[in-house]
């Protein structure tokens, strides 16, 4: 479960600011914690938890879920973690997606890229294109 609740974390800090449904406006923060709004006070781990409680206080706040605010986090696990699934030791080569036509997962998507790359995720953190947003 661990795990999972990284993975959940790593989107929330790394794609939360970011575009989900252009059509209605939803960031992928929010349309991730709709999915988990039932379950965000059960995380195990307790830096992951704090990440989703703090994703969905900074949305009822109305304010954006941005990797600077993990960045900058008072926590310094929270912190940490945030550096951590930033920033990677490795350097694509340009040539890469030119000659292979695949977008690694860990490069940066926007929009539909994004969605599709949620598509491949565990179930509890798959997004549904009907799914409400409340």
């Known amino acids: 479960m661990e795990i999972r609740e990284r993975e959940i974390a790593r989107l929330l800090i790394t794609f939360g600011d970011k575009i989900f449904d252009?059509?209605?406006?939803?960031?992928?923060?929010?349309?991730?914690?709709?999915?988990?709004?039932?379950?965000?006070?059960?995380?195990?781990?307790?830096?992951?938890?704090?990440?989703?409680?703090?994703?969905?206080?900074?949305?009822?706040?109305?304010?954006?879920?941005?990797?600077?605010?993990f960045i900058g986090h008072a926590n310094d696990h929270v912190r940490q973690l945030a550096l951590d699934v930033i920033h990677s030791p490795y350097e694509y080569s340009e040539n890469w997606e030119k000659k292979w036509d695949i977008l690694l997962q860990s490069q940066k998507k926007t929009g539909g890229e994004f969605r599709e790359g949620l598509r491949g995720c565990p179930p509890e953190i798959q997004i549904s294109e009907n799914q409400p947003n409340d």
């Open 22 to 69: 252009e059509d209605h406006n939803i960031s992928v923060a929010e349309q991730v914690l709709a999915a988990l709004h039932e379950v965000i006070e059960e995380f195990d781990h307790q830096v992951y938890g704090q990440v989703v409680r703090d994703s969905f206080n900074l949305l009822q706040e109305g304010k954006t879920v941005t990797p600077a605010y």
